[in-house]
């Protein structure tokens, strides 16, 4: 089993940055599995927002994020850090970590075997 543990949550205002962190535990080889960012925000369905391969190399946007969110992993820490600039209020919503089981990134939230319990991101105007 693979456990996924969220941090970095919290209230900020327009244009603030947050940078969520995910620690992944269970498996000693979790650092050949893609990682995955998603979000919910309240009722809407849950969307994709960045995900990152194995090594790093390979990366996907959500248009949504793009320029403005950055994902990045270190693997010898089994972690992987969401950094989120420029805020804006529709950036409100849960963020969950999530780990593929496969090494290359993938947009596909069904695809993801592996997820965390989420972090509360909310952006006030």
């Known amino acids: 089993q693979v456990q996924l543990v969220e941090s970095g949550g919290g209230l900020v205002q327009v244009g603030g940055s947050l940078r969520l962190s995910c620690a992944a535990s269970?498996?000693?080889?979790?650092?050949?599995?893609?990682m995955g960012w998603f979000r919910q925000a309240p009722g809407k369905e849950r969307e994709f927002v960045v995900s990152?391969?194995?090594?790093?190399?390979?990366?996907y946007y959500a248009d949504s994020v793009k320029g403005r969110f950055t994902i990045s992993r270190d693997n010898s820490k089994n972690m992987v850090y969401l950094q989120m600039n420029s805020l804006k209020p529709e950036d409100t919503a849960v963020y969950y970590c999530?780990?593929?089981?496969?090494?290359?990134?993938?947009?596909?939230?069904?695809?993801?075997?592996?997820w965390g319990q989420g972090t509360q991101v909310t952006v006030s105007s």
């Open positions: 999530a780990a593929r089981g496969l090494p290359d990134a993938s947009t596909k939230g069904w695809e993801y075997g592996y």
């Open positions: 269970g498996r000693a080889f979790i650092s050949t599995y893609a």
């Open positions: 990152i391969s194995w090594n790093g190399v390979g990366t």
